[in-house]
């Protein structure tokens, strides 16, 4: 040992003999150690983030590791702070700057990782009063939250079940929802109260109070009263959450010092995040209308940007995010002008929001750094408490791809899943609301459901406000006359764990009226009772049931997405104000040589789809690629077409993740690894991915397949296409047509 040791220390000093050989020009220069002054500013360590406030406006900053290298650079912006993101977790990083021309350092921190709990007195050193709080998460970061009371009670009446309702959209605001709604039904001119929460987080600042429930609205870091930066669901924005469970749980006024977690939209796949984290003390979450994938789910269904609804969502974030009061939620610049030192000083570092829509405009690939953690369904496999999943199958907004996350819950005993035909709000249908109560009263309040009169009464207002149609009563619990929790709730665990509302507005109530006309239930999804059958592509049109025989042939079409309108949502002068339920129909059908259709004979007997589907085919085109969209519809006896459901996929992204994919699930990797484009001059085999979806064609109907460029199937989805009306795209029917 000592003789190596030695030889390794006399190489060492060779090498330094070489370089004292070298030319005075050609040395190194001396350095003499910079001296910090303690800084006038301040750093802040964050999950795999650093923010730095207090700078001169343009004073320029380094992010130091502990080895006294730069780590990054950055500007101060004109409030005199900056942000560092996806920094590396560790302990001994400073920030330095040249303020006043001295330079100046922080004291050491430490960026957080996900691993690193609080100190437990972070939650248990907080308490709350009703109304307007800000509760302060691991990093010193505040964010606002109101405590909403059910009506007439005061905390002192406590403990109470209580849940969580946490989002980016105005959820905090200090005001009573159910009064604004109330004075503008009795008085149509009066003015909307901008300090109400808006009507999107109704679940928990209106119906779970009349349920007997506390609701504390938890404003997202980075958007209206609460401190940070707006950084889409990234790991400082989940573990707030955590943070919030943990603090919520520990207040006195809480039954059993446990709490729920309810919302629908926003505030309902942020629930799969945060419950992916296991907080302790969460008793179960009740998502509404979500994703599961903010890529290949909503941002770039089929690996094309959806410029419609998910880059508009986005954009309308971003402006959420601007610091008070000069931008943001107005509710937040009403607060910070009335002088609320909290608000304001919690607007320091909204200028430092990752700009979302810049980096989705400049991604065509899934980009795994940045959808690592911003995946809901990755969070959602690791949820190990009661879950109560409901969602569309033919969502306006976010579709139905959020089934596609069942297959990794498939062990998770705790789970109900409602699946509807409908829109984005329908989720909170009558006929899905009282299994919502029932869930939460039995998983959070540990009671017998009940559905009480003050929500019944208002029920039906709601409904119009959410969705803008009639709807069916809301009935009581079934299990509303158990003589115990425990028979309730052994009761609500023999319901199927699958249940499907179908042909909703198709009842006497009228189109689009919040009434399904059948349900189906299944006890697992993929259905066990579905067997998977294949259609082939005929000859004039036709879809097969079986192969046909003979020599097989070829369709082709001119890919022109301008020959539909780019959305089915009727646009013209004379349309009324959109509305995804009664507005007329602009769903056009293909234009002559643009597009190909392929139609079944009429059904002998009903056939039901329920899950995803692939449209496969050998595809070649004029171009090295293109963009697909295949959409199934029922063709009704009287000619009438229904519109079903539609499957998106950009040619060079066809490499399919092989332990993922299934004969009727195909799932592109979407990666800029797995990009190949289409050979010239022979057909390459093409899988087209159709969203899930539930649905039964009647007997005398017939299933239509159509392909065609990308485009007019979706009321307010539009996409960035490659496609120009210059590409023609050959289908080759032939079967086992060679690559």
């Known amino acids: 040992m000592g003789r190596t040791l030695r030889r390794s220390v006399a190489m060492v000093m060779a090498v330094a003999l070489v370089c004292a050989g070298c030319t005075k020009d050609d040395a190194a220069p001396s350095m003499t150690p910079v001296k910090f002054d303690s800084a006038s500013f301040r750093a802040i360590g964050s999950v795999g983030q650093a923010s730095v406030v207090g700078l001169p406006p343009k004073a320029a900053v380094q992010l130091v590791d502990r080895a006294g290298r730069t780590v990054r650079r950055s500007t101060a912006d004109g409030r005199g702070t900056a942000m560092f993101f996806d920094v590396a977790p560790g302990a001994g990083y400073t920030i330095r700057g040249d303020v006043k021309q ?32 800000y509760i302060r998460v691991r990093d010193g970061v505040e964010l606002a939250m109101t405590v909403r009371l059910p009506p ?60 007997g429930f506390v609701t504390v609205s938890v404003q997202i870091r980075g958007s209206g009263c609460s401190g940070g930066a707006f950084d889409l669901f990234g790991l400082p924005t989940i573990y707030d959450g955590y943070d919030a469970v943990e603090t919520v749980a520990a207040q006195p006024w809480v039954h059993a010092h446990k709490v729920g977690m309810v919302g629908i939209s926003y505030s309902g796949f942020s629930q ?4 992916g984290t296991r907080p302790p003390h969460l008793a179960a979450v009740a998502p ?26 986005i954009t309308e974030r971003q402006h959420d995010a601007q610091p008070a009061p000069d931008g943001g939620q107005k509710w937040a610049r009403i607060l910070v002008e009335q002088g609320d030192t909290h608000c304001a000083e919690n607007q320091l570092l909204h200028g430092q929001a990752q700009d979302g829509v810049k980096l989705i405009n400049g991604i065509n690939f899934r980009d795994p750094k940045l959808f690592k953690d911003r995946t809901p369904a990755t969070w959602a496999a690791k949820i190990d408490v009661p879950m ?56 959070v309040a540990d009671r017998v459901p009940d559905v009480p009169a003050s929500l019944v009464g208002i029920a039906g207002v709601l409904f119009k406000q959410s969705s803008g149609v009639d709807a069916e009563p809301l009935q009581q619990s079934r299990l509303a006359g158990s003589t115990s929790v425990d028979e309730a709730l052994a009761a609500f665990r023999r319901d199927p764990r699958v249940r499907v509302l179908l042909d ?46 003979g020599p097989g042939g070829s369709d082709s079409y001119v890919a022109d997405p301008a020959a539909r309108p780019a959305t089915s949502q009727d646009s013209s002068p004379d349309a009324p104000a959109p ?19 392929y139609t079944s004979p009429p059904l002998t007997a009903d056939v039901m789809i329920a899950g995803a589907s692939s449209f496969d085919a050998y595809v070649e085109a004029s171009a090295t690629d293109t963009d697909l969209q295949v959409t ?29 994919s299934t004969a009727t699930d195909p799932r592109p990797t979407h990666l800029a690894a797995d990009a190949s484009p289409l050979p010239r001059g022979k057909p390459a085999l093409v899988r087209v991915p159709i969203f899930p979806v539930v649905h039964t064609f009647r007997a005398g109907s017939r299933i239509r397949v159509s392909v065609s460029a990308v485009g007019g199937d979706r009321p307010i989805w539009t996409f960035r296409t490659i496609d120009t009306g210059a590409t023609t795209v050959t289908i080759d029917r032939r079967t086992g047509a060679q690559s």
């Open 504 to 549: 909703v507005g198709a009842g006497s109530l009228g189109a689009g009226a919040l009434q399904p006309t059948y349900e189906q239930t299944f006890d697992s999804w993929p259905p066990k009772a579905v067997t998977p059958k294949t259609w082939y592509l005929g000859d004039r049109g036709a879809l097969a049931a079986t192969d046909p025989e």
């Open 632 to 660: 199934l519809s029922e063709v009704r006896p009287d000619g009438n077409e229904m519109y079903v459901q539609t499957g998106w996929l950009r040619a060079t992204h066809r490499k399919l993740d092989g332990k993922t």
């Open 152 to 211: 007439g009670k005061t905390l002192a009446d406590g403990p109470f079940p209580t849940v969580i309702e946490y989002s980016g959209y105005e959820v905090a605001p200090p005001h009573d929802l159910l009064g604004a709604i109330s004075k503008q039904l009795t008085d149509p001119t009066a003015s909307p109260d901008p300090l109400a929460p808006s009507s999107s987080t109704a679940v928990g600042s209106l119906i779970a109070p009349l349920l």
């Open 579 to 597: 509305h995804f339920h009664d507005e007329p129909n602009n769903w056009l059908p293909l234009a002559a040589g643009k597009g190909l259709g």
């Open 272 to 275: 799969l995040f945060v419950g």
């Open 102 to 133: 001295r330079h100046e350092a922080t004291a050491p921190f430490r960026v957080l990782s996900r691993a690193d709990p609080p100190d437990p007195k972070l939650y248990t050193g907080q308490s709350f009063v009703a109304g307007l709080n």
């Open 288 to 313: 509404m209308s979500g994703t599961d994938d903010l890529y290949a789910g909503i941002g770039f269904p089929g690996g094309i940007q959806n410029t419609g609804f998910a880059t508009g969502w």
């Open 388 to 443: 109560f999943l409901v969602g569309g199958l033919q969502d306006e907004q976010l579709d139905s791809h959020w089934i596609e996350m069942l297959d990794a819950m498939a062990d998770h005993k705790d789970l109900w899943v409602t699946m509807y035909n409908g829109n984005h709000n329908d989720a909170l249908a009558p006929q899905i609301l009282t299994r919502w109560v029932e869930f939460l009263d039995l998983f």
